[in-house]
């Protein structure tokens, strides 16, 4: 399925291509720019990030390798991050996440049956001082008890 962004997309990229001295050092951003109009990235969003910033599918694909904020499949219309570093952990992370694989059925990288949601074990968030947290999009929870996140969860629309 071919890739190619919207007219609206092209004009955030050119307006962030201006904050960098070249194309390529814009490619953190585009990237993000990218996932948020198709939902994650794909083989042919790399392609296009390349030949937008001409640079080599290969390069595109180590920033989306190396960095967990790119989703490499497709993910939940709800994508939960589960924390369960040191922090998390201790105060109650593999509760939360034990609790959420249970109530919906989901797996690491798992996505429900209707779409609604996935799941994703994380390394730290930078919230250790109010953990446990969870992040769901781009929204921060902290904390957190594990039926506080269902009801969270089960309130998301």
């Known amino acids: ?5 919207s007219e609206e997309n092209l004009q955030k990229i050119a307006s962030v291509q ?3 001295p070249d194309k390529r050092s814009s490619i953190m951003p585009v990237l993000y720019i990218a996932q948020e109009q198709n939902g994650w990235i794909s083989h042919e969003v790399m392609a296009e990030v390349a030949h937008l910033l001409e640079i080599t599918e290969s390069e595109v694909y180590g920033v989306v390798t190396f960095y967990t904020m790119y989703h490499k499949k497709q993910v939940g219309k709800f994508h939960l991050q589960v924390c ?3 922090s998390c952990m201790l105060r109650g992370g593999y509760d939360i996440w ?6 919906y059925n989901l797996e690491d990288g798992g996505v429900t049956q209707d779409g609604k949601l996935s799941l994703e074990e994380v390394e730290c968030m930078g919230s250790c001082g109010t953990a446990p947290m969870i992040a769901i999009n781009e929204d921060y929870f902290e904390n957190l ?3 506080k ?3 969270i969860i089960d309130s998301l629309k």
């Open 1 to 5: 399925m071919e890739f190619k962004f």
């Open 18 to 20: 201006k904050n960098y």
């Open 145 to 147: 008890t594990p039926e």
């Open 98 to 103: 034990n609790k959420i694989k249970d109530k």
């Open 149 to 151: 996140v269902i009801e």
């Open 84 to 86: 369960t570093n040191v």
